[in-house]
């Protein structure tokens, strides 16, 4: 390994200690990224007007992130180390709250997190770890250190047991050191999952205490409290050995401040649950300081976790001592007692053991110390535990002594059952024979029912026959008179034709030539309305037949187009004096579409006809006045997932409370006898039954009605 210069300024170490060398300050520091930054012999120099500036790298992160603009930067470190070191490893320790590559000499020799330029790629590690490197230094005794580091972006801080988040604080150790977490670490990691187990088990127990039985609630109290202190355990637990991630720390550190106020505020109310004590504004009080702590908990990056924590265990452990000592003689208060007063000796030992070491009263390990917080927590949940059991077993028998009750009872009643059972044996058999002759009896008036409306049904066809076959006879008569004219204008022109033949060679053939021209455009409009009358015919043969359910892909402007003067002209065949204007606002672009032909013509049909009987009422009432115009519109349109039809008018209109009942069976606006009130339902019924689409009315009264029909494509 190659010598190496010094360039910057130089820190030398003469000997190391089992406890090392700290490497605390005097780094150069430069923000921003560049590989060769690592390089041994870089000019690192330190100054003012330098690129590089001095910097103590323990310090908080916070602190720093002014001077990183972009969260990433570099250290470097010159140290020239006594002779007796050269040629021999040494050993590098820290803590870190960032991401970082260690080179030692120009060699990475830790990578710990992910350090990336990209800020999203980036992933930093919490300072509650120690991590380890070995460096050699080159034959002259120099190691220079360069970290490069990514901090992460600021957020939840309130790190259990950390108050600064350092962003390096190194050590240099004489090699052969131990290279494990420190036993504190291990031990809380440890004891702290072992309690967070007990905790857990012991709300597993609770809820199924309470699922048994659901009218004690403090089982279910228990269970949540044993459960949030039980994760509260857990997180302190994870965080001390398992996980490294600085967001994943963050985290289960915010789990930890949650769940102390939400654990002794459910054991506070547990307490009350089991000493039947009224909540009052004391109650409250410590339920608003709980949710205080947790608040600080969150916003005091420096002192949140001892808020939430010990804050929440003063408060609740207070109001649990009164409440139990104001219920002192109700039955089995003592267990819970004890369990106050474990938890009181516990945490004042804990709290107090500085001040009792500084005294020489008490000397103990630090983990040993901890270990009686840790039973401190778990002596209340426990000794409610132990209440609650005993009072579920002293149930438990007052229910077995109850089901032998219920036995000798429920044998005493199945003799009587059986004597009961006998008589209602017989009573069955007599109402099952008047069952029989009254189901007959029913069944026949079904039968009379179902023929009754069978015939209303076919009554309603046949009226909206009669109204169909009456529009035809009208509009029938107009391709018919066009035959007629046409045929005999033909005749006419055949028979000139045969004169100007006669004539031999004087005939004038261009005359001849225009005729037959004239004939054959007189033959093709006698095919046109022929077809027209064919094609009206045919539809009133379909309308008259039985609909056989078939769909097929139809026009549906042509049907309601056609429909619409049917029905006009059918009214027109009864009323000669009856005149109404006929908007019809068809959509060019409208697709054909699968439906029975047959039933979509009836309900446009029995639709043109309640909307022109509307204006003519209104006509013949004199409601409207005497600029009054009969109009009724249709118009057509292409919708999501299918097309709607709207049948508009303005006529008479009707109320809401017609509206509502427009669709029901037999319900009739119009005179008796004029209707059957079977019209609207058959086609309410056609469209939503028939064909999975929808019928609706929109109507003021005075000013119309507007019938929407949407069919949708079939599927």
């Known amino acids: ?58 310090q908080p992160v916070p602190d720093l992130l002014p001077r990183l603009p972009q969260r990433i930067g570099w250290l470097r470190l010159r140290l020239k180390l006594d002779s007796s070191f050269r040629r021999q490893p040494v050993l590098l320790r820290w803590r870190q709250s960032a991401a970082t590559e260690v080179f030692a000499n120009g060699h990475l020799v830790r990578a710990t997190g992910i350090v990336s330029s990209d800020s999203s790629m980036a992933k930093a590690v919490h300072g509650m770890h120690d991590y380890f490197a070995a460096a050699l230094p080159d034959s002259m005794g120099n190691l220079v250190l360069a970290v490069r580091f990514v901090v992460a972006p600021t957020g939840y801080r309130a790190q259990y047991g950390q108050r600064v988040n350092y962003l390096l604080n190194m050590n240099l150790l004489p090699n052969g050191q131990e290279t494990t977490q420190p036993y504190y670490n291990r031990w809380q990691s440890l004891t702290q999952t072992l309690v967070a187990g007990l905790l857990l088990m012991m709300a597993i127990l609770h809820a199924a205490f309470y699922a048994y039985d659901t009218t004690q609630r403090a089982n279910l109290f228990v269970a949540l409290a044993t459960f949030f202190l039980g994760v ?187 004597d009961r059972q006998q008589m209602l044996m017989r009573q069955k058999d007599i109402l099952a024979q008047q069952v029989s002759e009254r189901t007959a009896q029913l069944q026949a008036s079904l039968d009379e029912l179902r023929t009754t409306q069978d015939q209303l049904v076919q009554k309603e066809k046949m009226a909206s026959l009669g109204e169909l076959t009456a529009g035809i006879a009208h509009e029938i008569q107009n391709p018919l008179n066009f035959v007629n004219n046409f045929s005999e204008v033909s005749t006419e022109l055949v028979r000139e034709l045969e004169e100007e033949r006669a004539k031999g060679v004087e005939r004038d053939t261009e005359l001849e030539a225009e005729i037959l021209a004239d004939l054959n455009q007189n033959l093709e409009k006698i095919g046109h309305h022929g077809q027209r009358a064919s094609a009206i015919v045919r539809s009133m043969l379909q309308h008259s037949r039985t609909s056989t359910g078939q769909r097929e892909p139809t026009d549906i402007n042509a049907l309601a187009d056609e429909y619409l003067r049917l029905s006009y002209h059918g009214l027109r065949a009864k009323e000669k004096a009856f005149n109404a204007a006929m908007d019809a606002d068809f959509a060019a672009d409208l ?25 003519q009422q209104k006509h013949l009432s004199g409601q409207g006045g005497s600029g009054y115009q009969p109009r009724v519109r249709v118009q057509t349109r292409a919708v999501k997932g299918g097309i709607e039809i709207r049948v508009a008018d303005n006529g008479v209109g009707m109320n809401e409370d017609v509206a509502q009942k427009l669709f029901q069976p037999f319900f009739t606006t119009k005179p008796a006898g004029s209707g059957t009130g079977l019209g609207l339902s058959l086609s309410y019924d056609i469209i939503t039954k028939g064909h999975g689409g929808s019928l609706r009315v929109e109507s003021v009264e005075g000013e119309g009605a507007t019938f929407i029909v949407m069919i949708p494509n079939a599927r």
């Open 1 to 58: 390994m190659r010598s190496v210069s010094a360039v910057g300024q130089v820190r030398r170490v003469e000997n190391l200690s089992d406890l090392g060398e700290s490497l605390a300050v005097n780094w150069a520091f430069r923000a921003g990224d560049d590989r060769d930054w690592s390089r041994p012999e870089l000019d690192d120099q330190t100054g003012p007007g330098k690129p590089w500036q001095l910097l103590n790298p323990a």
């Open 232 to 418: 509260a355990s857990l997180s302190v637990g994870v965080s001390f050995l398992l996980i490294d991630e600085l967001s994943s720390y963050e985290s289960w550190s915010l789990v930890n401040v949650l769940c102390y106020p939400l654990g002794y505020g459910c054991l506070l109310t547990a307490l009350y649950r089991i000493f039947d004590r009224s909540q009052g504004a004391i109650y409250y009080g410590c339920l608003v300081a709980l949710a205080t702590f947790a608040v600080l908990g969150l916003t005091d990056r420096i002192n949140g976790a001892s808020w939430a924590e010990t804050g929440s265990e003063v408060v609740a452990l207070t109001e649990l001592v009164r409440v139990t000592a104001l219920s002192w003689r109700q039955r089995g208060a003592n267990i819970i007692g004890f369990g106050m007063g474990g938890a009181l000796f516990c945490f004042l030992l804990f709290f107090a053991y500085d001040r009792l070491e500084r005294d020489g009263l008490l000397k103990l390990d630090q983990a040993d110390v901890h270990l009686f917080y840790i039973v401190g927590v778990c002596c209340v949940p426990i000794a409610m535990s132990l209440y609650l059991a005993r009072t579920f077993v002293a149930t438990q028998r007052r229910l077995t002594g109850q089901l032998l009750e219920i036995q000798r009872l429920s044998k005493q009643s199945f003799e009587q059952e059986q």
């Open 591 to 615: 697709p054909l579409i699968s439906v029975v032909g047959q039933d979509i013509g009836r309900v446009l049909l029995n639709l043109f006809n309640n909307a022109f009987y509307a204006v």
